[in-house]
């Protein structure tokens, strides 16, 4: 083995992080994130929120989402000096068929530091909570060609949904969204 690969080794297995409850604090690190996974995901104009409605909305009497970070500590930060270098968050959603159930909106970690255990430490942290709040489901998107996503939460036991059983996730938005709002009911 040669000595980079060898390093490369080493660091992984000597990789720590701590996974916590988002602060305030946090949301600028988490704004950054959620732009690197739109670009990852190849959808970087379709982010519109900012910090300031995260903290808002995060952070709030009655949040709209709670969020985990994956912090490490100074010996680990990459180059650019980033502690926060992964989230999730998620927020309480209901099911008619069986009841309390959580989803997770995103579940992102730096791309060099995956591999070392925090993707699954962060999806544990909401599994967690979705079984303290007496859960029946954690469910989530993820876009057909994201093979990797797809293989991690299928390793995790995760269904596919689409393929399992047919169902389309369908969104009003803009205008749309704007003009159902308005619309009068006709006998």
Request: aromatic fraction near 10%; glycine fraction near 6%.
């Amino acid at each position: 083995m040669n000595c980079c690969r060898a390093n490369c080794v080493l660091a992984k297995l000597n990789m720590n992080f701590k996974i916590r409850a988002a602060t305030t604090v946090d949301c600028k690190d988490i704004s950054r994130m959620i732009m690197e996974l739109a670009v990852y995901e190849k959808m970087p104009d379709e982010v519109k929120i900012s910090r300031e409605e995260l903290e808002r909305d995060g952070f709030c009497q009655n949040p709209f989402f709670q969020c985990f970070v994956a912090e490490v500590p100074d010996e680990n930060k990459p180059k650019e000096g980033f502690a926060i270098v992964g989230y999730a968050l998620y927020f309480s959603i209901y099911s008619t068929w069986t009841g309390r159930s959580m989803h997770l909106e995103d579940l992102y970690v730096m791309p060099q530091f995956r591999g070392f255990g925090i993707g699954k430490g962060l999806l544990t942290a909401v599994a967690k909570v979705a079984k303290e709040k007496q859960c029946a489901r954690l469910q989530l998107n993820v876009l057909d060609w994201n093979t990797p996503s797809r293989d991690f939460y299928a390793a995790k036991g995760a269904e596919d949904l689409t393929a399992n059983e047919g169902w389309h996730l369908i969104r009003f938005q803009g205008q749309n969204l704007d003009a159902l709002a308005i619309e009068t009911p006709k006998n």
